[in-house]
């Protein structure tokens, strides 16, 4: 089917057998919810469809539903991600396995509509794991996965399915959307635990006194840690039975023998790809790791990848405010006792366009800092003026 | 890799054109992709659509930049904007006009084969509304081999037929074939270069601290902070506000109502119409409680 990627995530919630879908417009992530509301009118998808007056209500929906112990799907983006802020941290507490779609775009004032990671990054320690994503194959599969993983019994958490705005959610492409039998075998029907139900009453998601929550809480960080074996099963499970494989926590490119790296996410790998095909095709010893996952952060993964490289660096759609990106931050943390070099790179903010050459430039930082000489840490490629 | 830019103004269905033309590339055994670029989303706005088609998966996401074919929906842009920059050498075009490609100004000094058809004409014909979009990809057949007629009409009639109708779907494949063959095909020119308002580009240092902008500081820019100064939205209008002021009796409403601000309210509390900006969205009319606005079919101006 030639569809958007924002086409193919309402397929993966269809496909999943979502049974309660909250929703709320907001651009880009509208058709989403669009499409879903056809399936449900023309009675190919058997879910309840609640429009609600915002996005802290969807969330709120979404947290009820998923407490009473059905399969709960949503979608948002930007401004509406960040209204629905203070329920994102009820859900993960809870334990409640919500898939929600986040297309990326810029959040608040400079007002824009096209892409940028700073509303999904900034909640990343909500608790719901984060995956980010390149196509629109694998928004479909990545959806279909995040159920698997978010209802695994050792997760139980939350899953936001990240696409980049209009970059990917408009785009039409191929898309082989699969069987629902045959989705059914990978993803088994919703197994509730400690649903509410109304022959036998009680609270949930009381007071907590300090006596229990920092129990809690550390049962919220071991759950996110043992996602990384889950989600690397997930992908062998998914190649299996429909010959895709993604990685897990993140894809490695042309890393068997690369000298120097970058590392980021979204759909700016499509053009890192190339960049790095046509350096390996002059000799230049590039590699690149397309990170997926954000939360669980798969530190010690990345730090076996890279803990040789010369120099590695990471791309920002997202600031600070410090002086350096998000990933910069996590990834310097990662790589604390390699001493390997790490630059950081800002690009296609606000959703300024991306290219080859954009990304050339980057890679040509990373391989100077690589041959050791001095250079900037932190560049904004493409800013208008002198950076200071 | 083959890439493809369309140039439309909202409502003309330029990113469905460029939709349909990747799910005709795909069924044509093709790789294939498609996307928009978005400004501001608004009825005569222009707008930009892509598409590219590859022998293997494209991974690219980037805006096209050096097409090998432009399509224009709509002639009136090769004034408003740099429609054939970038051009591959040996790229192609294909425009919506009733004359013929040797008559074409395209501007900038350019050269192309050009397909030319009135899909103006074509789409009112066959659809009975000005939507240009599918007899454009009749047109695109007589430049491009890689996606077929037979391939195009065959999409169209899928992705309009199910989203309008098998009915329309059938139409829309009629409003393309029939331009296809139609079409004319000749060498289009650029004799001269048009004046265009000075893109502003300010490095970031040189931009007030905020994000919005004092008239005083804004040289011109289509879209962003301060562009309101120079993009006068009032030419996407097709319906005029038409004032009678000896009815209105100074209740506000259609000043408090307009969307765009285009009213202006007088020290005596009477209206006057800002047609820079004036959309015709006729809200006002329909606000007004005792009639005292007619919209009036056209772009018109009145003191």
């Not at chain 2, 990113?15 to 795909?26: E, L």
């Not at chain 2, 022998?55 to 399509?71: A, C, F, G, T, Y």
Request: aromatic fraction near 8%.
């Amino acid at each position: 089917m030639v569809i958007t990627a924002d086409a193919a995530v309402a397929h993966a919630a269809r496909l999943a057998r979502a049974e309660v879908v909250p929703g709320f417009p907001i651009t880009p992530q509208t058709i989403i919810i669009e499409q879903i509301t056809e399936f449900i009118n023309d009675g190919e998808m058997d879910a309840e469809f609640i429009p609600a007056e915002s996005e802290h209500s969807v969330m709120s929906v979404a947290v009820g539903a998923s407490a009473g112990g059905v399969r709960t799907f949503t979608a948002t983006s930007s401004q509406g991600l960040a209204l629905m802020y203070e329920m994102l941290f009820a859900a993960a507490p809870n334990r409640l396995p919500i898939v929600m779609a986040n297309a990326n775009r810029s959040v608040g004032a400079a007002s824009g509509i096209w892409t940028e990671h700073n509303d999904s990054l900034p909640v990343r320690e909500a608790g719901w794991l984060q995956v980010y994503v390149e196509g629109g194959q694998e928004a479909l599969d990545m959806t279909l996965q995040a159920f698997r993983i978010a209802e695994d019994a050792q997760v139980r958490l939350p899953v936001m399915v990240c696409l980049d705005g209009f970059i990917l959610t408009h785009t039409v492409e191929a898309v082989d959307v699969p069987e629902r039998a045959q989705v059914d075998r990978f993803i088994p029907p919703f197994d509730p635990v400690g649903a509410l139900q109304p022959s036998d009453p009680m609270t949930m998601s009381p007071i907590v006194p300090p006596e229990f929550a920092m129990e809690m809480r550390y049962q919220q960080d071991r759950a996110m840690q043992a996602s990384r074996t889950v989600i690397a099963r997930a992908d062998e499970e998914f190649a299996a039975l429909f010959g895709r494989r993604y990685g897990g926590l993140f894809e490695s490119y042309r890393m068997e023998d690369a000298e120097f790296a970058m590392v980021g996410l979204g759909t700016w790998a499509g053009e890192a790809k190339e960049a790095v095909d046509q350096l390996r095709a002059e000799g230049r010893k590039a590699g690149l790791i397309r990170l997926r996952f954000v939360r669980p952060f798969p530190a010690e993964e990345l730090r076996a990848s890279l803990k040789d490289m010369r120099a590695v660096g990471t791309f920002e759609r997202s600031a600070s405010f410090n002086g350096f990106g998000p990933l910069y931050t996590e990834l310097r943390s990662a790589l604390y006792d390699t001493g390997v070099p790490i630059t950081d790179h800002f690009g296609g903010i606000g959703g300024r366009d991306i290219t080859v050459t954009t990304v050339r430039e980057m890679y040509e930082v990373v391989e100077r800092r690589a041959r050791g000489e001095s250079v900037r840490e932190c560049t904004w490629h493409g800013l208008r003026g002198e950076q200071e | 890799m083959y890439e493809v830019r369309f140039h439309g103004r909202g409502g003309q269905g330029a990113v469905m054109a460029a939709q349909t033309f990747a799910d005709a590339a795909v069924r044509a055994g093709h790789h294939a992709q498609a996307f928009p670029y978005f400004g501001a989303e608004r009825r005569g706005a222009p707008v930009q659509a892509f598409a590219r088609i590859d022998s293997r998966k494209i991974r690219l996401h980037s805006q096209v930049s050096e097409p090998d074919l432009i399509v224009v929906l709509d002639a009136s842009l090769f004034e408003l904007e740099p429609v054939t920059e970038g051009l591959r050498k040996g790229g192609r075009l294909a425009v919506n006009t009733p004359m013929r490609p040797e008559e074409l100004e395209i501007g900038e000094g350019a050269e192309a084969l050009t397909a030319v058809a009135d899909a103006t004409a074509i789409a009112l014909e066959t659809l009975k509304v000005p939507i240009v979009n599918t007899a454009m990809l009749g047109v695109m057949c007589r430049v491009q081999d890689l996606v077929p007629i037979d391939a195009i009409t065959e999409a169209v009639q899928e992705r309009f037929g199910g989203k309008l109708g098998a009915l329309a779907g059938t139409a829309n494949a009629l409003s393309a074939r029939r331009a296809y063959d139609v079409a004319a095909v000749g060498t289009a020119r650029g004799r001269q270069r048009f004046a265009r308002a000075k893109e502003w580009r300010p490095a970031w240092n040189e931009i007030p601290a905020g994000t919005s902008l004092p008239s005083s500081s804004v040289e011109g820019v289509e879209i962003g902070p301060g562009s309101a100064r120079t993009n006068l939205t009032g030419e996407w209008r097709w319906s005029s506000p038409f004032y009678k002021k000896e009815k209105c009796i100074r209740c506000l409403r259609c000043w408090w109502s307009c969307p765009d601000a285009a009213i202006d309210r007088l020290d005596d509390d009477y209206m006057r119409w800002n047609f820079d900006y004036c959309k015709g969205c006729g809200i006002c009319a329909d606000i007004c409680p005792v009639d005292a606005i007619d919209m009036i079919k056209g772009v018109h101006r009145w003191e």
